[in-house]
């Protein structure tokens, strides 16, 4: 039974390891499952639950950090959002990461979007629109309690022309912050 484990864990390592892609590696794994549990039944379990591969899931959520540790729960244990978690969350535009509040830019500074919360509140929208409106970028990431949220340089390619924009921050439906930007 060693064997028939060391050689599935093989060939699944394999199997992911090479060239077929993430639809051929979920499609062959799935096959494999069902084989598995049509031929051996009950002990297909067992088999599966042996073999400990990292989970695509787990590898993308924004809640985990590249060590694999988790970041702190958004607000109460059962991971929900408190109600009143617009009241407390800070926003502003900055010329670097996690930088201090700017207003004023010039077409070769980045353009920073940063949330603040003392609790972790869910999706926190930020909108950059021109002065008609449109929106030009936006992002929205899962505020982490306790620390400064970073969503990017909205002028990473240093186009933005002169003139007037302005960062909305949206929690859900709500407004909760409209900043007037000028570039120069």
Avoid at 5 to 20: D, E, H, M, N, R
Avoid at 24 to 36: D, E, K, N, Q, R
Avoid at 44 to 68: D, E, F, N
Wanted: hydrophobic share 35%.
């Amino acid at each position: 039974m060693n064997q028939v484990k060391a050689a599935v864990k093989y060939a699944l390592k394999a199997f992911f390891g090479g060239c077929f892609g993430c639809l051929g590696a979920l499609s062959g794994t799935i096959v494999l499952l069902l084989v598995l549990a049509i031929t051996l039944g009950p002990r297909a379990m067992g088999i599966v639950q042996g073999i400990h591969l990292p989970s695509i899931p787990s590898l993308l959520a924004p809640g985990t950090s590249p060590s694999g540790q988790g970041t702190p729960p958004m607000g109460t244990p059962g991971g929900s959002a408190p109600t009143d978690c617009y009241t407390t969350i800070d926003a502003w535009v900055s010329k670097s990461e996690m930088g201090q509040p700017e207003t004023t830019f010039s077409q070769s500074d980045g353009i920073f979007p940063v949330v603040t919360n003392p609790t972790g509140c869910g999706a926190v929208n930020a909108r950059l629109a021109d002065s008609r409106g449109q929106t030009l970028l936006e992002k929205s990431y899962g505020v982490v309690g306790g620390g400064r949220n970073g969503y990017g340089n909205y002028n990473a390619n240093k186009n933005l022309a002169p003139g007037s924009y302005e960062m909305q921050f949206w929690y859900g439906e709500m407004l909760l912050k409209k900043i007037q930007l000028t570039v120069q």
